[in-house]
């Protein structure tokens, strides 16, 4: 499940690491990917932050040439240019590409955390990777960028490090999850929870479930509806499991079945607990005392871009305005960007050609 | 689970009864309540199809004073004006609520037909009804009118039972589902499916699971905000099964358990596998070989009313467009009402008083 890849580097961090929820990790590693050459010590340096499933893998390097999760927007001239940058991305602490997360080897036990890793939160990611980042020399970040879960953890870093962050890119995230992004959350957990300490096929089988709820979550009807219409799937593996005598599945159904199963073999059902309950928690407001506009205030950024698209079903667009206002009513210059997509929340990765102009724009400073 | 209420009537259909998919049912009964006197048989009758889950109790009358789930558009005065109409809604064939469906005793065994209920289609809840009605000497319906599901039952009346219906009122329903419909609805079935044939308590659980995921489907985003936003609840029984230590859980995690717990106790799941199904499959367009304007020429209706909701997730706004441009396209006179309401699918219920005037004003004939 965490086959080393050759580009993916590892850094111990000192311990003992106290969590906001009260917990504590006796060591923690973090796994990172960089790009642009880090001797070059005299460039700005851009972080990137992930989102819940991708690993530290963002885009190809000499060392591993295989494309990368936002591969077309990071390299020489691409927006993330890595002439000019040096990039790193982290994979978050509690995921499974070779971060400290439940799968890890408990040091005091010897065994895996499995179960027993603690709660983390949004604010313990970051905190984890302002830590990497002084290990590495880096003292203050020039750019954030963070798509999804990792627009929380851009914010996270902005606001609870004070100073550590000049400009941050938040793209299809927002300052606080809303009920119907909880509520769809919350369902994939409480059936992936049923699923957890019963045979490997079981747990897989909650994953996949899980995993389908969220592609309904990340994906737009509008897409589906020109992607699929009432297609039905021609490939003989696809009637599997279904009634006698009935017709094939629709087309949208084997899809949703291909892409969670895929998703079941390689990602580990703790660490996505703990990632989805970390997102619903997670309110930017929190450092204000409640007051989003007082807590955007104490980030001291230099400059914003918020930017998501019309159809994103966790984060729609409401929230986006509703995050830039607040960074203006703090006094921070920040450009909004509400893009024509029919792609969802996954617009990122599945349209990322409408990211492009955006993040270049505002990576020209 | 289906205690009988003292307004229920039942009707045994001469059997055998033939299924579209080709399944046999030895004998049928429909279960269904009326209003408005029934021994005047100069008053236009009135037809009333219900969605997935509730029973023929639509109103309330002398016999069972509860009220019933379309009760304020209901009675003496109200939009569906009993003085004015014989009024009948039918428990679906496939249901649990008298009907025959999975629940129900096969004459050939003596025992619950359960998992060998055959499958059925929403044509066969259609034919059900038109049979029910010539069995009550009605020979043609003035008016039918079915929400959600209902929306799919009526149109199959008026498509299938050629002049058997003279005005159609489709309400949150369109011609067929769309992708996103048929993912939410198919996962729905897969979880529940999982849960079946272990014990009781774990059946309820996997019906639990599939209504939450239904709630998150028929509500909006919209008014989830302003309803819960990011209330904690704190009940004390809402804290069951969370991690220790956590937060109390978000007010609209709370909500969706408090009502998928009552839903599981009350409807059976073989029921609901079929009824879903027969949603997904339903497409209005087969009767003219795939052509909607040719199948919606044939009913040969005098009046459509087409209405539903912008924040509709299962059947959008586009889609009710595009069933009255059918209708209009078939030279049937359709008027289209796209209602301006934050409650998503669920607001022929939970807004009902925005579909009183457009109801009104169709029966007014």
């Known amino acids: 499940m965490t086959g080393v890849e050759p580009a993916r580097r590892s850094l111990a961090l000192p311990g003992p690491f106290r969590l906001k929820g009260g917990g504590r990790l006796p060591a923690v590693t973090l796994a990172y990917e960089a790009w642009g050459s880090p001797a070059a010590g005299s460039r700005p340096v851009l972080v990137l932050c992930t989102g819940l499933s991708p690993s530290a893998h963002a885009a190809s390097s000499a060392a591993d040439p295989s494309p990368g999760w936002w591969e077309p927007l990071i390299g020489t001239g691409r927006a993330l240019d890595t002439d000019r940058f040096r990039i790193f991305c ?3 602490l509690g995921g499974c590409f070779g971060s400290t997360g439940p799968s890890s080897i408990d040091p005091l036990t010897g065994e895996r955390y499995g179960a027993r890793f603690p709660e983390i939160a949004i604010e ?7 830590r990497a980042l002084g290990a590495l020399g880096i003292g203050r970040v020039d750019a954030v ?3 999804s879960m990792g627009g929380l953890v851009a914010l996270a870093l902005a606001l609870h490090e004070p100073r550590a962050v000049r400009r ?12 119907f992004a909880v509520a769809i959350r919350s369902l994939q957990r409480e059936i992936l929870s049923a699923h957890l300490g019963q045979e490997a096929d079981r747990v897989r089988r909650g994953m996949r479930f899980a995993r389908k709820l969220g592609l309904i979550s990340y994906r ?4 589906w509806r020109t992607r699929f219409g009432r297609r039905r799937e021609t490939d003989p593996a696809a009637r599997t499991g279904r009634p006698a005598g009935s017709a094939p599945p629709f087309a949208v159904e084997w899809y949703l079945e291909t892409r969670a199963r895929d998703f079941a073999e390689r990602f ?5 607990l703990r990632l989805s309950r970390a997102m619903d928690e997670f309110d930017a407001a929190d450092p204000g005392g409640g007051d989003l506009e007082r807590a955007l205030a104490g980030a001291g950024l230099e400059a914003v871009l918020v930017a998501g698209v019309t159809t994103d079903l966790l984060y729609p667009s409401h929230q986006l305005e509703s995050l830039a206002r607040g960074f203006r009513g703090s006094g921070t210059p920040v450009e909004l960007r509400i893009i024509d997509s029919p792609t969802g929340h996954d617009a990122f990765l599945a349209d990322w050609v409408r990211f492009e102009e955006p993040l270049r724009k505002f990576l020209e400073f």
Chains 1, 2 share one sequence.
Do not use: K, M, Q
Not at 168 to 179: G, K, N, Q, T
């Open 145 to 147: 960028v963070g798509p």
């Open 168 to 179: 941050l890119a938040v793209i299809s995230a927002a300052a606080a999850a809303e009920p």
């Open 124 to 130: 313990d990611i970051a905190a984890a990777i302002h």
């Open 90 to 92: 982290f994979n978050p």
């Open 220 to 223: 737009s009807p509008v897409e």
């Open 268 to 272: 580990d059902p703790e660490s996505y």
